[in-house]
C-alpha cells in the first residue's frame, strides 16, 4: 500500500517540492558556514557568538564591482539583519526567499552609500582590542582611560573578535561604558579574503581602508599582549 501511494503520488509530490523551493542565485556569494567546533578566535581565546554568514568577495567585485570597504560593510550589515531576525523568531535559519530579499536590500543599502561603521574626520583613531583585556581580566583598565579623558582628542573604536556588533554593544552598555562614545566593530566584519581579493588563513580585516585618508590608527592592548591577529593596519 505504502510503494502503491508513493508511486501514485510521487510526481504530484515532486511537482510541489520543486514549486515551493526556487534558488535565487545569492547563494553562489556565501562561503560555507563554519561548525561549530571552528567557529573560534585564536587570539581572541573565545567562540564566536553567533554562525556568521562570510561573504565571497572575488564574486562580490565581479559581479556588482563592490569596493572593499563596501564588501565589509556588505558583510556586516547582512549579518546584522540576520541576527534582528533570529532574536524575534525561535528560527534558526532562513528561507530562501527570506535570505535573497535580506541580501538584495541590503546590497541595495550598501551601494546607495549607507555605512554602519562611519567616522567622522579626525587625525587619530585608537582601536581597543576587547579581548586582549578580557584575557586577563583588566576591564578596568578600559574604564581608567575613560574616566581620564583619554578619548576626548581621539576617537575610540570598539573591536571584538568574537562578539557580534550588536552583542558588543549590549556589552559595553552592561559593564558602564556607554558614554565612551565608542564605534564599534564586530566579528561579522571579518572575512578570509584581503582587499586584493586573496585568499589568507584566518579572517582579518584591514582596517586602514575604512578610514578616512591620513588618519592614524594605534591598537589599545594590555601590557604582554599581543595586537589582535585578525585586524591588520
Not at 130 to 156: A, V
Not at 212 to 219: E, I, L, R, W
Amino acid at each position: 500500500m505504502l510503494l502503491l501511494l508513493c508511486s501514485c503520488g510521487g510526481g504530484e509530490l515532486r511537482q510541489k517540492v520543486d514549486d515551493s523551493y526556487h534558488t535565487s542565485g545569492v547563494e553562489q556569494f556565501f562561503l560555507p558556514e563554519l561548525p561549530a567546533w571552528a567557529n573560534f578566535s585564536t587570539a581572541g581565546r573565545c567562540y564566536k557568538s553567533s554562525s556568521f554568514q562570510y561573504l565571497d568577495f572575488p564574486k562580490l567585485k565581479t559581479s556588482y564591482q563592490l569596493s572593499y570597504p563596501q564588501m565589509v560593510e556588505l558583510q556586516g550589515q547582512f549579518n546584522e539583519r540576520r541576527e534582528s531576525y533570529f532574536s524575534s523568531t525561535a528560527l534558526r535559519f532562513l528561507k530562501p526567499v527570506e535570505e535573497a530579499a535580506f541580501f538584495s536590500n541590503t546590497l541595495e543599502q550598501v551601494r546607495g552609500g549607507v555605512k554602519q561603521f562611519k567616522l567622522p574626520n579626525a587625525p587619530e583613531v585608537e582601536i581597543v582590542w576587547l579581548e586582549g583585556y578580557l584575557q586577563i581580566n583588566k576591564i578596568d583598565e578600559i574604564k581608567k582611560m575613560i574616566s581620564s579623558g583619554r578619548f576626548n582628542q581621539r576617537l575610540p573604536v570598539m573591536f571584538s573578535s568574537c562578539l557580534s556588533r550588536q552583542r558588543l554593544n549590549q556589552w559595553i552598555q552592561e559593564n558602564g561604558m556607554g558614554d565612551a562614545g565608542f564605534y564599534l566593530l564586530g566579528a561579522e566584519w571579518l572575512n578570509p579574503y584581503n582587499s586584493a581579493g586573496t585568499l589568507h588563513s584566518g579572517l582579518r580585516l584591514e582596517i586602514m581602508k575604512l578610514l578616512n585618508p591620513g588618519t592614524k590608527a594605534t591598537f589599545l592592548v594590555p601590557e604582554k599582549t599581543i595586537s589582535p591577529l585578525e585586524i591588520t593596519l
